[in-house]
């Protein structure tokens, strides 16, 4: 374990040789301390976390009251466990996404659990739900419990308990006894009267025919 807390240390270096180091407290001043002119001077100033990447057995790093902008470098610790970030100037998703490739770290701090110390990122509109669902392996995250999806969607299905019985009816063909003839006018009924018309018409036509014939025979 090695605490460096308020050294005036502006990056971390010449810890190459300390491969079994586990815990580090990088730690400056908050900078919302109303003394913190005072001790500026004694708090550390980290940007980048570069130096670490020897530190192959490192499970915790804390550097709350930076000025920690980006997180590379973090990703050559892959036994890191515990991160925390509080009070430092880290403003995009992204750089909290790149943790995703530490496959044992359980919890992360980017503010106090009252929202105190907090990163410019923890403002971002879904900043909980994407590390949720980025991070799957956190379980702490700013100290609170997180519920991932899977644990949340198994808790809601045993909170409805035994889902009640469906009754099913037997199917039944709806279309049963239907004719798509059914109901549509007869053509042949309906001209049935007009040609019954057209018939006497005809033979009424033929009689006066008939009877011009013979009178016009008289006369020949």
């Not at 079994?20 to 005072?38: V, W, Y």
């Not at 902008?69 to 610790?77: E, F, H, I, S, V």
């Not at 044992?104 to 900043?127: E, F, Q, T």
Request: aromatic share 4%.
């Amino acid at each position: 374990k090695l605490s460096l807390v308020k050294m005036n240390i502006h990056r971390i270096e010449n810890l190459d040789s300390c491969v079994n180091l586990q815990e580090i407290n990088f730690t400056g001043a908050h900078r919302n301390n109303s003394l913190f002119k005072l001790i500026i001077e004694l708090g550390n100033c980290i940007e980048e976390i570069l130096g670490v990447e020897k530190l192959v057995n490192l499970r915790k790093l804390v550097l709350t009251s930076n000025k920690v902008k980006t997180l590379k470098g973090l990703q050559k610790c892959p036994r890191l466990e515990h991160i925390q970030l509080q009070d430092n100037l880290i403003s995009n998703m992204s750089e909290v996404s790149s943790l995703a490739v530490l496959p044992n770290l359980k919890v992360l701090y980017l503010k106090n659990i009252d929202g105190s110390m907090r990163n410019a990122v923890c403002d971002h509109p879904s900043y909980r739900s994407s590390i949720v669902r980025q991070l799957t392996q956190l379980t702490i995250l700013d100290g609170e419990r997180l519920k991932h999806m899977d644990t949340v969607y198994q808790e809601d299905l045993l909170s409805l308990g035994a889902a009640p019985r469906v009754e099913i009816p037997p199917s039944e063909n709806w279309l049963a006894g239907f004719s798509w003839d059914a109901g549509r006018p007869d053509p042949d009924a309906a001209l049935r009267p007009s040609l019954a018309r057209f018939e006497t018409a005809m033979q009424d036509a033929r009689k006066v025919n008939q009877a011009a014939l013979t009178l016009l025979s008289h006369y020949k």
